[in-house]
């Protein structure tokens, strides 16, 4: 069994900072890919930031603004989020891609998900 457990979210007024953490525990051989989601109300969840062995992906929205970046030793992947605007306001979840020993099979796992709330 693996867990996410997500950290970091809050109330930021425009133009601040706020970190996100998405931790794994469990029996995890390897993570393969890493990803940020966000959802706001009444819209499609969508993918905000991604990252797997060298290649990084971030929706143009965030572009400039935001940073995705992992601690193998830890199976932790963080969010940097500078400049933020109103529109950033969602929940916010990560994903890992994760193999596991005991079958060597890759699974998706989902943090529960952390509350960002941009506004003055």
């Known amino acids: 069994q693996v867990q996410l457990v997500e950290s970091g979210g809050g109330l930021v007024q425009p133009g601040g900072s706020l970190r996100l953490s998405c931790a794994a525990s469990g029996s995890i051989f390897s993570v393969n890919a890493m990803g940020w989601y966000r959802q706001a109300p009444g819209k499609q969840r969508e993918l905000v930031a991604g990252?797997?062995?060298?290649?990084?992906y971030y929706v143009d929205s965030v572009k400039g603004r935001f940073t995705i970046s992992r601690d193998n030793a830890k199976n932790t992947v963080y969010l940097q989020m500078n400049s933020l605007k109103p529109e950033d306001t969602a929940v916010y979840y990560c994903?890992?891609?994760?193999?596991?020993?005991?079958?060597?099979?890759?699974?998706?796992?989902w943090g529960q998900g952390t509350q960002v709330t941009v506004s003055s």
């Open positions: 994903k890992m891609t994760v193999v596991v020993p005991t079958t060597w099979s890759t699974y998706e796992y």
């Open positions: 990252l797997t062995d060298g290649t990084t």
